[in-house]
């Protein structure tokens, strides 16, 4: 039996910004977290776009969003065909170690940072 010895394809993949974060296993956040970013700098984003920007199914951020609007981070609200989202800032942080943060703290940290474009050293 002749068996073809495996010769791996050199393709050129093109390096967007996005995709230097696809190589890592890990973040410091969670997707709840992604998907209150995306919500906090567009309050209209379709479930869809949100699920596209974090890397998860549309249906997970289905879930995360009710478990926010369950715990009281996140209302809804029907406009017409689309929901508008309004996040309750004043929320603490679940986890002990930062229970003494706010949703808003977190939000504007990481927000801020983003639109002045300084990095935290």
Known sequence: MYFKAYEPVNRKVKKTESSRFESTSWSFF?????????????????????????????????????????????????QGRRNVYRILGHSPLRHPVEAHCTVEGLMGFILGAKKSGKAVH
């Open 30 to 78: 969670t997707n709840h977290a992604h998907v209150l970013l995306c919500l906090a700098e567009d309050p209209e984003m379709r479930l869809r776009d949100v699920a596209e920007a974090v890397g998860i199914t549309e249906r997970a951020v289905q879930k995360i969003i009710s478990e926010l609007v369950g715990g009281g981070v996140l209302e809804r609200e029907r």
